[in-house]
């Protein structure tokens, strides 16, 4: 969560107004407006529950706009659930009890409200669970230490080695540092290669949190479009080996050569949001021409194992040993389970371990012992979980043709997202309108910057079939009010952030 409050819990006049960004399009009176833009940063995450906003007066001086307006504003915000209520103290940000229930990530609510603003799977069960059994037996034999372990505990570390160098990329445990997770350890990088004065390229669109922490890292974010997909794909049985239209190479190289950013964030593996796979031929072609122009390559190995189609990916790092991995246990066993790494060289790896300590001083060892376990057994709870998510992608892709077929969408190759096309720029709309049709969503701007994507929404196929149909069913019934009520229509609009080379 982008966390845009000071650390007393309350937002200034001028952070509101920038995170308001181009709110006031007079497509419906001012305070409806207001409202529903306040209600859209709550329910994303980018303004932090129990945050006291401006006072009424204070933030209709800074908006140019009457107080009536602010406290009309403020006063729907109320009823619907989403501001405090407090005597004489400033209106706190809050979820109403509908909402709140759905926060739990994976959590369907009994009152219905299904989250599709998250991608993410309950645990692989009993393999989770025995791996937790099996660390704690494991446990006493460390317990003389003193726990502290920034690198990571060797047997995990050791485990993590193992697994690249069955995958093709020979590694040692002295290249691994073991995280509490993918975007913890793309802070460390952050940390380490980007900052003030430096820029970073993503593809684009990008996975929001990284997105998030390429900006609170003070970085300039350098976005490269992904091809768009040629045509519009209806056919949910398109998946020839190979097909699709991957990245583009040369805009990637020229954007390196021309805005010299000091690292790349990229996702090849079945990228969120799109599922897209980077082929063999593409990921050769990256490491050649990147390298003498000084950009570190860092992947997001996140979700290299919804490996759906059998790709079967070879690490980016198999072609050349200055790439930068990372990986997480996030999406293939458990987000729980909160461990993470970095592969990278030696010499770069003391340079993320001094930047780790700065954060933090190591995980938590029983959690490093389950991991270890589940690495050296990867593949083990993965075939059902892989069965499981290819009926659930070719029910929603079904779903989504059936119910929606104004909208177009690309066949994900893996992943747990398909990234929905829309007839028009409605994403924001339909994302604030959502929780009265029972939805949670995550608007297509979220997974941009500068306001892109109003044309898309990432819808995951995370949920069972039953509850995918009651979701699809309801996305069409917002789609309808939507276009019935066409003024509804407008663009959040984000500070821009960087231009494409
Ligand atoms: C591409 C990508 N990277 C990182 C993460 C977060 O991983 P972790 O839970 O290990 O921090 C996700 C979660 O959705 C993701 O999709």
């Not at 405090?84 to 759905?102: C, D, E, I, K, Y």
């Not at 913890?184 to 998030?212: C, E, F, W």
Request: glycine content about 8%; some cysteine.
């Amino acid at each position: 969560m982008l966390s845009s409050s000071n650390p007393s819990g309350s937002l200034s006049p001028a952070s509101l107004a920038r995170l308001l960004g181009a709110w006031n399009t007079g497509a419906a009176a001012a305070y409806r407006e207001l409202a529903d833009v306040v209600r859209l940063l709550v329910l994303d995450g980018r303004i932090a529950l129990d945050v006291a906003l401006p006072s009424e007066r204070a933030l209709a001086e800074t908006l140019g706009v009457s107080r009536t307006t602010v406290t009309a504003a403020y006063t729907g915000l109320r009823e619907q659930g989403f501001l405090s209520s407090g005597q004489g103290s400033r209106a706190r940000t809050r979820l109403p009890h509908r909402v709140a229930v759905a926060q739990a990530p994976g959590l369907v609510a009994p009152d219905g409200v299904l989250d599709l603003a998250y991608a993410s799977l309950p645990a692989t069960g009993e393999v989770v669970h025995r791996a937790f059994a099996d660390a704690l037996t494991e446990l006493p034999a460390l317990l003389p230490g003193f726990g502290y372990d920034s690198l990571g505990v060797p047997v995990l570390r050791e485990a993590i080695a193992a697994h690249y160098t069955e995958a093709g990329v020979p590694t040692s445990a002295s290249q691994i540092l073991v995280t509490s997770g993918a975007q913890h350890a793309l802070n460390i990088i952050l940390g380490t290669l980007a900052g003030r004065q430096r820029k970073v390229l993503v593809d684009h669109p990008s996975y929001p949190n990284a997105l998030d922490a390429i900006r609170a890292s003070g970085s300039r974010t350098v976005p490269v479009p992904l091809p768009a997909v040629p045509g519009t794909r209806r056919t949910p049985g398109n998946t020839a080996p190979g097909s699709g239209p991957g990245w583009d190479i040369d805009a990637m190289v020229s954007a390196m050569r021309q805005q010299r950013p000091a690292m790349a964030y990229l996702v090849p593996d079945f990228h969120n949001p799109t599922g897209r796979v980077m082929s063999d031929l593409q990921r050769r072609r990256l490491v050649r021409e990147a390298a003498g122009t000084g950009t570190v390559l860092v992947v997001d190995e996140t979700l290299r194992a919804l490996d759906l189609d059998g790709v079967g990916t070879t690490p980016l790092a198999a072609f050349s040993p200055a790439v930068v991995s990372i990986g997480s246990l996030s999406k293939s066993h458990w987000a729980g389970l909160r461990t993470g790494w970095i592969r990278a060289d030696e010499g770069l790896l003391a340079r993320f371990v001094a930047t780790r300590t700065t954060m933090d001083l190591g995980g938590p060892i029983v959690e490093q012992l389950a991991a270890a376990r589940l690495i050296r057994d990867f593949a083990e709870p993965l075939g059902a979980r892989l069965d499981a998510l290819r009926g659930h992608r070719e029910t929603l892709l079904r779903l989504l043709a059936e119910h929606l077929p104004e909208w177009s969408f690309e066949r994900p190759r893996g992943g747990l997202t398909v990234w929905c096309k829309l007839p028009s720029a409605s994403s924001t709309a339909l994302s604030v309108l959502a929780p009265e049709f029972g939805l949670r969503l995550a608007a297509g701007p979220r997974f941009g910057v500068g306001g892109s994507f109003e044309h898309f929404l990432r819808v995951p196929f995370t949920l069972p079939p039953e509850q995918l149909t009651t979701a699809v069913l309801a996305l069409r019934a917002a789609q309808d009010r939507l276009d019935a009520a066409p003024q509804l229509r407008r663009t959040l609009k984000e500070p821009e952030v960087a231009a494409i080379a």
